[in-house]
Structures are given as structure tokens and as C-alpha cells.
């Protein structure tokens, strides 16, 4: 039996530093994909971020700017791997203390089964993320910031839209919604529904959104027409 463990224990050690070094190569290989971050410019006493670091500012940069304007410009500039990659939307995962889930390990699960936030940013060309964990609101923030920080590395500074699954009901179902202990808890859709109160659904809206901006949030999947049947 003791030969039989430590058998065990050392091929999981081994699977584990193979684990770990793989992606840790690979992590650092995506990162040399990414250039600098965005530096600052000054015009007419405002401050923009250089996005594609060009030195001048573009019309996408421009706040100020129509958001047509904005959108047509960005296209104009992006290339066929960068529309590609804003097509989609995958899970994300992230560490305990928010730092970037770049290398993988067994003490970690979703690194096990998720891409590495640098590979999919800067290899994949992806800004749509969303993310099942639930830490901290200091971690989530921390993540976010910097995800957001690699984002602005890639070629045209892109900035990353974070998604979630429903956070404000008591259970915690994969797919239909996340327990999440520092946000307020509400009744599931079909119990607003048979409240009937509009203005109270209107109300829980507004903190939802609220709660969501404060960690990143700036999309809802909200599944929920087939979770009476499904």
C-alpha cells in the first residue's frame, strides 16, 4: 500500500511540474506577442490612451467622437485574426488573488481546463470573456484591471468586454446562475413574475447593474425561457 501511494504521489508531482512548465513556456511565448501599453496623449487638455501606440490620436480613441464614427475607424484598422476573435465569447478563468491565470496548476482547477488569459488575448485575439467563479470582490476587480491591462498591449489596445451568468439568485447552477455571496440575493425570474410588480423588477435591475459595473461586468447572459422545462 505505501509503495502504491507513493507511486501515485509521484506521478502526480510529475504530471503536475509537466503541467506547470508547459504552460508556463507557452504563457511566456503569447507574451512576447504583446507590445507596450498604451501610453498617454494630450489634446486640448484632455488625456487619451494611444491604443495602437501611433503617436497621434485616432478617431476610435476619441471619446468625444459619434460612436459610429468610432466603430468604422476601429474596423477599418483591425485585421481578418482580430474580427475573428470578436466573434466569439469563451469562459475565462482567474487566480485567487485576481492575478492572471497564465500557468496551469492542479491547485487551481479552471487553469486545468481553460486557455490561458495571455493565449487567448494575445494569441487568439479575443475581448469577450466570461467567467462561473466567484471570489472576492477585491479579487474580481483586481482581475479585471488587469485583464483589461493586457488587452491594451495588443496591437489596437481593444479593450476586453466581461460577461456573467446570473449572480443575484440563491442557487448555484452552472448555466443558469452563480452564487455569489457579496452581491444582493433576489427570487428567480419566475418569482418576480408571480410578484407582478414591474416597478420592483425595474428596481432590481437598476442594482444588478449597479453591482455588475462596480466588478467589470458590462454584458449579462441572462438564461432562463427554457429552465422550466430543461
Known amino acids: ?132 467563479q466567484s471570489l472576492t470582490a477585491e479579487a474580481m476587480i483586481t482581475w479585471h484591471n488587469n485583464i483589461q491591462k493586457l488587452a491594451e498591449r495588443t496591437r489596437l489596445g481593444i479593450p476586453v468586454t466581461l460577461a456573467t451568468d446570473p449572480r443575484h439568485g440563491v442557487p448555484n447552477a452552472i448555466g443558469a446562475s452563480i452564487y455569489t455571496p457579496f452581491f444582493s440575493s433576489w427570487c428567480s425570474p419566475p418569482g418576480f413574475a408571480a410578484i407582478g410588480d414591474t416597478a420592483l423588477v425595474r428596481a432590481f435591475g437598476d442594482i444588478a447593474r449597479q453591482e455588475y459595473l462596480a466588478v467589470g461586468f458590462r454584458l449579462t447572459l441572462s438564461p432562463m425561457a427554457d429552465l422550466a422545462t430543461e
Not at 24 to 36: E, F, I, P, V, Y
Request: no cysteine; glycine share 6%.
Open 1 to 132: 500500500l505505501a509503495y502504491t501511494l507513493g507511486g501515485l504521489l509521484v506521478i502526480v508531482l510529475i504530471f503536475s511540474l509537466f503541467v506547470y512548465f508547459k504552460s508556463s513556456w507557452k504563457a511566456n511565448s503569447d507574451q512576447a506577442l504583446l507590445g507596450q501599453e498604451a501610453p498617454l496623449l494630450m489634446v486640448d487638455g484632455q488625456s487619451f490612451r494611444d491604443l495602437n501606440k501611433n503617436g497621434r490620436l485616432d478617431v476610435y480613441e476619441d471619446r468625444r467622437a459619434d460612436l459610429n464614427s468610432r466603430v468604422e475607424d476601429l474596423t477599418k484598422q483591425m485585421n481578418l485574426e482580430e474580427k475573428a476573435g470578436l466573434m466569439f465569447i469563451t469562459m475565462s478563468g482567474m487566480n485567487n488573488d485576481g492575478s492572471l491565470s497564465n500557468v496551469s496548476s492542479v491547485f487551481n482547477p479552471f487553469s486545468l481546463f481553460l486557455e490561458s488569459n495571455v493565449s487567448m488575448v494575445a494569441n487568439k485575439k479575443m475581448s469577450h470573456f466570461n467567467t462561473i
